[in-house]
């Protein structure tokens, strides 16, 4: 039975319970004459003695460290209510939201600082939609990091903004529960956020759905290429945390990582370092050839005065844009040179720049702009930047915080690179990936024990007589309707098709079980079959066989056009056998593969 989602402080319309099994003791309730202006009614006073606050890590997934945790509020069955929901409709038809919503906040804040939560560590508040606007703020003196957390489709707080907040503290924006709603697109562009927090709906069981796995990696472009970050919700499972982290979303949340408890998580999430430690699949080449070609631009920070861009690009040395980033180092965007030019070039321009009555941060001159992890594949960072409508390049991150820029030349040439590389090794009928790529790709898959791999070689039946007879043109006629197809069926499942050569073939895909990977291959392989008649005369067609030469010369009939597959299976955990051993079983079990009725046959690695 799936385990319960978690439930924020507050969220409407969802449910969620405390944490099984935690040893930590409860928080103190929530206070009854703190934290609101609006004093709460008496009946409610009574309700938020039983609430109380929980804590659930944020981790970034490439590093470990934790970045945030996320308030959750408890006992409201104790409250005599069925639901979260409940409480807080409860508490819109008698008025007293505002009031809830300010004792919740205050007390999450407080339970915080009680646990040692500083502003290193965000502290990541649900801000309930008919009540948002009216979020308190932190206590007097304190300097603390707050992202406040939005659902539906009402305004964001007013108070906070990407800016930074206010001297007591930074204050972040998150879109929760995004890409449920057409809404969240409307609102990312016209209220951007700093984060993302993509639903569980995306996340659970994507490493064995290849087309949630398409569409969440279509969401953390998107919300890349606005320079946003990206938080997975609902990790469970250590298959789902790689895929999530593959993609490239920056921060995880989930029960994997951490259940919600009294207390804060440590410096950095044992459980997140444990899977990067037992990952054992081969680093990127992509890392290498980035950190060659960053530039390492000094940052501006966010709230400095606009006259330091004056300074700044005063030197004639300078690149002709800069990165922004906020006091916790994450970037925020960059700055053009060229956009100074009106204030440079008119008559009171600088005097403008100095002026403070016209707002004294950079925040007005900051443009989105890609964001990049640096593991990130290379073929993703060149997506990303074509994806980008008149970008300068891509923000290079690591953990989430700025470690440098690339510069659209230096994309350029990655880009030209890449196609030279894979031009090489690419086949000149089909434009495949070639036998090296075919091997990378393989010794990727055999180093990655954590997910179930498959592995088919295809190879075309009597295929030598069909080119003899009808001719090399309509032999490369058959090769090239097949290769399409598998291109075709590669990208569905997610995978990877390379050409070895004549009318050999290779299909590689993660996630999937043996037996789905077979019910998709016997369908490929008829829908090829049939369309492959396609290529004889009508006669021929009907009369299902056609008559040529075999290889001693002999005059034989021969059906037409079929393709059979050996199907190796690499199951997760288990011993995985090496690069030769499996050529032996592929060419062992070729013969077995075209006496099948279906002409497939499986392979237990």
Not at 45 to 71: S, W
Not at 156 to 162: M, S
Request: hydrophobic fraction near 45%; aromatic fraction near 8%; glycine fraction near 10%.
């Amino acid at each position: 039975m799936p385990e319960e989602r978690e439930t924020g402080i507050p969220r409407q319309g969802t449910q969620g319970r405390p944490a099984a099994g935690s040893s930590a003791p409860p928080p103190a309730a929530l206070p009854a004459g703190e934290g609101g202006a609006v004093a709460l009614p008496a009946r409610w006073r009574d309700v938020v003695a039983h609430l109380h606050p929980v804590f659930q890590p944020i981790v970034q997934m490439r590093t470990a460290r934790v970045h945030g945790h996320e308030a959750l509020l408890r006992g409201w069955e104790a409250a005599g209510f069925a639901s979260l929901a409940a409480l807080f409709q409860a508490a819109a038809d008698e008025g007293a939201l505002p009031a809830l919503e300010a004792h919740i906040q205050a007390a999450a804040v407080a339970a915080f600082l009680a646990a040692g939560g500083t502003a290193e560590v965000r502290l990541f508040l649900n801000i309930h939609p008919q009540a948002q606007g009216q979020v308190p703020p932190p206590p007097q003196g304190e300097q603390l990091h707050l992202v406040y957390e939005t659902t539906g489709t009402g305004p964001v707080p007013t108070r906070a903004g990407r800016d930074g907040g206010d001297r007591r503290g930074r204050v972040d924006i998150a879109f929760d529960r995004f890409g449920v709603g057409v809404a969240d697109f409307q609102r990312l562009l016209a209220s951007p956020p700093s984060y993302v927090k993509i639903d569980r709906a995306f996340i659970s069981g994507v490493d064995g759905d290849q087309a949630k796995r398409a569409l969440l990696g279509q969401l953390i472009g998107s919300a890349h290429a606005l320079g946003l970050a990206t938080i997975a919700v609902g990790v469970e499972t250590s298959r789902e945390f790689y895929v999530c982290r593959d993609l490239g979303c920056d921060h995880a949340q989930g029960f994997l990582l951490g259940r919600p408890g009294g207390s804060l998580l440590a410096e950095a999430s044992e459980i997140a370092e444990s899977l990067t430690r037992s990952d054992r699949r081969r680093p990127s080449d992509a890392r290498q050839r980035l950190i060659e070609l960053i530039e390492r631009i000094a940052p501006l920070p966010l709230e400095a005065p606009k006259a330091k861009l004056l300074e700044y690009f005063g030197n004639l040395a300078a690149p002709p844009v800069v990165p922004v980033v906020d006091r916790a180092g994450v970037p925020r965007g960059l700055i053009r040179e060229r956009h100074l030019k009106p204030f440079v070039y008119s008559r009171y321009g600088t005097e403008i720049l100095r002026n403070r009555a016209f707002g004294n941060t950079l925040k007005d001159f900051v443009i989105p702009c890609p964001v990049c992890d640096i593991g990130t594949p290379l073929e993703r960072v060149i997506e990303l930047f074509a994806e980008a409508a008149d970008s300068d390049g891509v923000i290079i991150v690591e953990g989430g915080e700025y470690v440098g820029f690339l510069s659209s030349q230096s994309l350029v040439r990655l880009l030209h690179e890449h196609r030279l590389a894979t031009a090489v090794d690419q086949n000149p009928l089909t434009r495949l990936p070639g036998n090296n790529a075919i091997t990378a790709q393989v010794e990727a898959l055999v180093a990655d024990g954590e997910r179930d791999h498959v592995l088919v070689y295809l190879d075309f039946d009597n295929f030598k007589p069909f080119n003899d007879y009808f001719g090399f043109r309509q032999g490369d006629r058959a090769i090239l309707m097949f290769s399409e197809q598998l291109k075709v069926q590669a990208s569905a499942l997610g995978g990877f098709a390379g050409h070895i050569g004549g009318d050999d073939f290779f299909l590689s895909c993660s996630g999937l079980t043996a037996d789905r990977m077979r019910e998709r291959l016997v369908a490929f392989l008829g829908r090829f079959r049939s369309d492959a008649e396609s290529l004889y005369d009508v006669e021929t067609r009907e009369r299902g066989w056609f008559e040529a030469k075999d290889r001693e010369g002999r005059v034989r009939r021969y059906p037409l056009l079929r393709v059979s597959a050996v199907m190796v299976q690499l199951v997760a955990g288990a011993a995985r056998p090496g690069l030769e051993t499996l050529v032996e079983l592929i060419a062992v079990h070729k013969t077995a593969a075209k006496a099948a009725p279906d002409n497939l046959f499986l392979v237990a690695g």
